[in-house]
């Protein structure tokens, strides 16, 4: 049985740190002995391997004008966010979904990982560092998510969590804006961001962790730890997998047992910055199964 995928591309981002580098937009540098636009490439990559329906989501008319030969342009009612951007491309959801970032270089394998058949929801990233492109940094990323339409009202409801927590957390520390959304923003604000490990005077006379803790410290206006994430694919992916960043030994960051997340240990790299690009074309063939030879183009 065949399975109806939709591809979603949001191309809407600001990309403050790339700057027009290179004189052209982060998604239209040229990749590849062909010199190929960076989007393009990823849409042909899908073309190629028989999906039909692919959208990039953007108001940019650079970004329009590259990618109208070969894929639909869809503007996104709101673009703050990549959630609010994902969650405007709604009514283009199908039996399958998968969003591809468009400042993403994806190798051919991880493309064939990201359109096989799997749970109802998976994301593809860099969790702690790759052997290939991010072996000397502990930055995690995340390239590409996919999701079955049996859940697309639960994705809906988390990036529409996602993106207002993002509000909240450019706000500055809104303790009481936070506890008057209800439980429904409450708990994930305070399970994300602040850890329920007890003071040392309570640990040691056998109490444990709780919500309390959660909220005295947010009380106390202590800076939230993993705010960052949300707006971004890796606050749809805590909030999908419901995973509490504190569940660990003692209160630190426990192992994902989730399931859901795919570590990409190839040349798939995100381009936020020249140096990103500069280094995404050092990687030489053999580096990793299933990679290409990635040519030298803007800095050689």
Known sequence: MTVQITAIIPAAGQGQRWNRAFGTLKQLVPVDKGRQPLLVRTIQMLRDRGVGSVYVLTKDPEIEKAAAGSAEIFPPSADRYLSDTMFSSRSLWSEKTIVLLGDVYFSPFCIDSILRNGPEYCFWGVGHGSAVCRNNLRRPELFACSFSGSIGSEVEKNLKINSLLAELRDK??????????GWKVFGPFFRQN????????????GFGGNDFWRVYRCWQRKQPVYAYQYGKLWGLYRLMGNVDPFGGPDYTWPQDQSGHFVQVEDQTQDIDSPEDFQRLCQLWNGTAQGTNRIEETLTG
């Open 172 to 181: 500055g520390r809104m303790f009481w804006r936070v506890f008057r959304r």
């Open 194 to 205: 602040y850890s329920p490990k007890p003071s040392h005077w309570f640990r040691e006379r």
